[in-house]
């Protein structure tokens, strides 16, 4: 299969070109310099004769920045506009799979329940934006959204986070891009990546608490969320590994 990335050098691309490449896919990879996410024509023109679409791009904001609402502005914009000119040019270039990265803090809390696709969700701040990234995705025909826990472990930056006495659910990047991977195979649809783990044994340290967009934006990481993977193990066989 040809398969085409975007984010090739991020913290997921970088684990996951040398899988899809190990697994016998050939693979082609977006050059900014060239060919703008944002620009449907550069991207229709990129995409074409590729069989797939896996697109992991992001712009989390690292340490201090994270705290501040503007901060997401550029991660946002990825996942909702870039989402959207993706969807639209493979749709245009004839591809037939695009799987598009997401986080699964869009649930509300669950408390100690299982939560699996079909769990009631409640994005709040800049996590709602994974939600566009989702209907932009399954527009497509072949569309996979991927909803990721917190990325911990290798190269992994992630935002502080609040803790509590409930779940929450986390993957190592490399466990990531192998679902990214796996989900080429997989039904088009929502998958959640992650495994669910007890946020008191983090040993993550409580943020203070912030007030208006900063609250809404971190209130999610407060929230109990068991999340399971069972679907995606189920229709690919993908298991976390570390």
Same mark, same amino acid.
């Given at each position: 299969?040809?398969?085409?990335?975007?984010?090739?050098?991020?913290?997921?691309?970088?684990?996951?070109?040398?899988?899809?490449?190990?697994?016998?896919?050939?693979?082609?990879?977006?050059?900014?310099? !060239?060919?703008?996410?944002?620009?449907?024509?550069?991207?229709?023109?990129?995409?074409?004769?590729?069989?797939?679409?896996?697109?992991? %791009? !992001?712009?989390?904001?690292?340490?201090?920045?994270?705290?501040? %609402?503007?901060?997401?502005?550029?991660?946002?914009?990825?996942?909702?506009?870039?989402?959207?000119?993706?969807?639209?040019?493979?749709?245009?270039?004839?591809?037939?799979?695009?799987?598009?990265?997401?986080?699964?803090?869009?649930?509300?809390?669950?408390?100690?329940?299982?939560?699996?696709?079909?769990?009631?969700?409640?994005?709040?701040?800049?996590?709602?934006?994974?939600?566009?990234?989702?209907?932009?995705?399954?527009?497509?025909?072949?569309?996979?959204?991927?909803?990721?826990?917190?990325?911990?472990?290798?190269?992994?930056?992630? *935002?502080?986070?609040?803790?509590?006495?409930?779940?929450?659910?986390?993957?190592?990047?490399?466990? %990531?891009?192998?679902?990214?991977?796996?989900?080429?195979?997989?039904?088009?649809?929502?998958?959640?990546?992650?495994? *669910?783990?007890?946020? #008191?044994?983090?040993?993550?340290? #409580?943020?203070?608490?912030?007030?208006?967009?900063?609250?809404?934006?971190?209130?999610?990481?407060?929230?109990?969320?068991?999340?399971?993977?069972?679907?995606?193990?189920?229709?690919?066989?993908?298991?976390?590994?570390?």
């Amino acid at each position: 299969m040809k398969v085409f990335v975007i984010g090739a050098t991020g913290v997921l691309g970088r684990e996951a070109v040398p899988r899809l490449r190990a697994a016998g896919h050939e693979v082609g990879v977006l050059d900014r310099h !060239t060919t703008s996410m944002f620009d449907v024509g550069q991207l229709t023109a990129a995409f074409a004769g590729h069989d797939a679409v896996v697109n992991l %791009a !992001t712009r989390i904001p690292l340490s201090a920045k994270a705290v501040l %609402a503007r901060a997401w502005a550029e991660n946002n914009r990825i996942r909702t506009e870039g989402s959207a000119a993706v969807v639209e040019a493979a749709t245009r270039a004839g591809v037939g799979r695009v799987v598009q990265e997401g986080i699964s803090f869009v649930y509300a809390d669950g408390g100690d329940r299982e939560l699996d696709e079909s769990a009631p969700i409640d994005p709040v701040g800049h996590v709602a934006s994974s939600v566009t990234a989702q209907e932009n995705v399954l527009r497509h025909p072949g569309g996979v959204f991927l909803r990721f826990g917190l990325l911990m472990g290798g190269d992994a930056m992630s *935002p502080p986070v609040l803790v509590g006495d409930g779940w929450m659910s986390v993957v190592h990047p490399a466990d %990531a891009a192998a679902a990214a991977v796996a989900a080429l195979d997989a039904p088009p649809g929502v998958y959640n990546v992650g495994t *669910p783990v007890l946020k #008191r044994d983090t040993g993550i340290t #409580r943020l203070p608490r912030f007030s208006g967009k900063l609250a809404a934006s971190f209130e999610v990481f407060g929230r109990s969320q068991r999340v399971v993977s069972t679907k995606l193990t189920e229709a690919t066989g993908w298991k976390p590994r570390r």
